[in-house]
């Protein structure tokens, strides 16, 4: 039986340890209780990757890459667009699933996520490994005046696994749009289904 609850007190720890942490710091969610339509984006401003600013990161990443302006292009073109896909399709599908909640592109409010900091993970031996963290501001954009609703900070949004650092990264932008939009419902943000 005391098996049975440290264990059950170390999965509770993980599960909190682990969970993302989201506060709004600017405004409020109300006026989306109504909305049956949003949009999705995502930005880049001020990325830091670790310590390292974005820029420098991928710098201090060419020396040991084979083609440098090839590596360069698929950090800024080829990441960016896979990064928005997976933000968007989980952001739509997570809100498909528990709200009244559409993702289409000429929706009234736009959820302007700006990627903060990006921490990749690592795979190491036995249980030395760590999922991608990111950190992100999510602005609440009124499409119509341009005027910021809302501003939301997110820490910590981790993938799940440890492997390569592309699929971790990948990963941790499904995760940010999934728990995104299970916040909104959880909250009652949204209307739910």
């Not at 991928?58 to 073109?77: A, G, H, I, Q, T």
């Not at 999934?178 to 909250?187: A, C």
Request: glycine letters at 6%.
């Amino acid at each position: 039986m005391k098996k049975l609850l440290v264990i059950l007190a170390a999965a509770a720890l993980a599960c909190v340890a682990n969970a993302q942490k989201f506060t709004v710091v600017e405004g409020n969610l109300d006026f989306l209780k109504d909305v049956t339509e949003l949009q999705v984006s995502l930005t880049w401003d001020n990325t830091m990757m670790g310590e390292m600013t974005e820029a420098e990161y991928v710098e201090s990443k060419l020396p040991e890459k084979e083609d440098p302006e090839e590596f360069k292009r698929l950090w800024y073109e080829q990441d960016r667009a896979t990064a928005l896909e997976m933000l968007g399709k989980s952001f739509s599908g997570s809100l498909g699933k528990r709200s009244l909640v559409e993702v289409n592109n000429t929706a009234r409010y736009k959820f302007v996520f700006n990627i903060d900091k990006i921490d990749l993970g690592f795979a190491g031996v036995g249980f030395v490994s760590r999922g991608t963290l990111i950190d992100a501001t999510i602005r609440v954009v009124d499409t119509t005046t341009g005027g910021v609703m809302a501003v939301i900070a997110v820490d910590e949004s981790k993938s799940a696994t440890m492997y390569v650092m592309e699929q971790t990264k990948a990963v941790a932008f499904d995760n940010l749009g999934n728990k995104t939009g299970k916040w909104l419902v959880k909250k009652k943000y949204v209307m739910k289904k």
